[in-house]
């Protein structure tokens, strides 16, 4: 699949192909309802130059073993699961992995980008303005990593927002505001993290990591964050 330019009405899903297939998108702009774009079972897929933004994944479900699956969100912007990516210069933007309001099922997994069992490569990203969860709990508000291998390379992290207004305060509100990264490896080299911050005060941390490992962090910026690191 080859798109170069024009809208969508719809979220696109690139599903299915053997070892070696190629999907590339570039350089149109994805606003829609719903989350923007899912990539599942795929070798190879890069995407590159777009603006992904407006998306609410809102009980999309997950497929991640340790939580329950079927009202929770998951990346309002873009989910990567059981495939190969490589994200270059994307903006991802004021997306909502889940708008949900309630017990913990109702939680929300990375508002701009979110990865299970992937391997991605982003260089050059900018992931701004997101939140995993506006009313309740809520892991990588920015972007959240799962089981997976991961290189990020010159992005920015900027200004995404997390801790739920209805959530309990100093409890699991936000997991990451900026990332949260669990059970993967992988390089952070030359990142920009700055400007994130919280909806309930003392709701959380910048940047979590749980089980994760081993990470490389070389050259990384934290600047003007709300939270723990």
Same mark, same amino acid.
């Given at each position: =699949? ?10 696109? #899903? ?10 590339? =998108? ?25 603006? =992904? #933004?407006?998306?609410?994944? *809102?009980? &999309? ?24 990516? #490589? ?11 889940? *708008? ?47 089981? &997976? ?42 990142? #920009? ?23 490389? =962090? ?12």
């Amino acid at each position: =699949l080859r798109v170069t330019s024009g809208a969508f009405q719809a979220s696109e #899903t690139l599903t299915g192909g053997t070892s070696g297939a190629t999907a590339t =998108l570039a350089d149109v702009r994805l606003t829609i309802s719903g989350r923007v774009v899912a990539v599942s079972g795929v070798v190879g897929v890069t995407i590159e130059g777009l603006r =992904l #933004t407006g998306g609410n994944a *809102s009980r &999309s479900g997950n497929s991640i073993p340790m939580h329950i699956a079927s009202e929770t969100g998951t990346g309002g912007g873009i989910a990567i699961e059981d495939a190969t990516a #490589t994200l270059i210069r994307l903006t991802i933007d004021h997306n909502i992995a889940s *708008s949900a309001s309630g017990p913990p099922e109702h939680m929300g997994f990375g508002g701009g980008v979110f990865a299970n069992r992937a391997s991605v490569v982003m260089r050059d990203c900018t992931v701004e303005a997101n939140n995993a969860n506006p009313r309740w709990w809520g892991y990588g508000h920015g972007v959240a990593f799962y089981y &997976s291998q991961i290189v990020l390379e010159r992005n920015t992290i900027a200004n995404n927002v997390g801790g739920g207004v209805e959530g309990w305060q100093g409890f699991g509100n936000a997991y990451g505001v900026a990332a949260y990264i669990y059970n993967t490896t992988g390089s952070l080299q030359g990142n #920009t993290i700055s400007g994130n911050g919280q909806l309930v005060t003392d709701a959380g941390n910048v940047v979590g990591f749980a089980g994760a490992g081993p990470l490389q =962090l070389v050259g990384n910026r934290f600047e003007g964050n709300e939270g723990r690191v």
